[in-house]
């Protein structure tokens, strides 16, 4: 216990749950801010993403591509990027500050279209030895 009181240690989980859910989100945001955005416009291009933009079913149809793929290629998924779509969906549908909440799910579907890219590389290293 905290200063021999329960409610300071209640308090103080709280402030670091909060301290927690902050920094997964700082690194989140930093993590994703220099991606490659063609690799998003080449999954439209190869007709794997529709043409049309919808930010919440883009991302989730390249997670769902790469969940299909990622045990033959060693690529795990990594547990922020599932943690700031949520927080992103969540915001989205508040509508709140939509213009930066649609350039970060923008940015996220092209950080995932980067690994999708890296999986396809490898498995198609795994398929053909000789490249």
């Known amino acids: 216990m905290i200063f021999d009181s ?22 989140a945001h930093v993590r994703i801010d220099n991606c490659d955005m063609k690799e998003l416009a080449r999954l439209r291009a190869e007709g794997i993403l529709p043409e049309k933009v919808e930010l919440i079913r883009d991302f989730m149809a ?7 793929i990622a045990p033959a290629v060693y690529l795990r998924q990594e547990f922020w990027i599932q943690v700031y ?24 579907s092209a950080y995932q279209a980067n690994h999708y890219r890296t999986a396809m590389i490898r498995m198609e290293r795994l398929q053909n030895p000789a490249l």
């Open 6 to 27: 329960e409610w300071a240690s209640v308090g103080a989980l709280i402030f670091a749950v909060f301290g927690f859910g902050y920094a997964v989100l700082a690194f």
């Open 62 to 68: 390249i997670h769902r591509k790469l969940d299909e």
């Open 85 to 108: 779509f949520q927080v992103l969906r969540f915001a989205h549908w508040m509508e709140w500050r939509a213009r930066f909440v649609e350039r970060e799910l923008t940015k996220l």
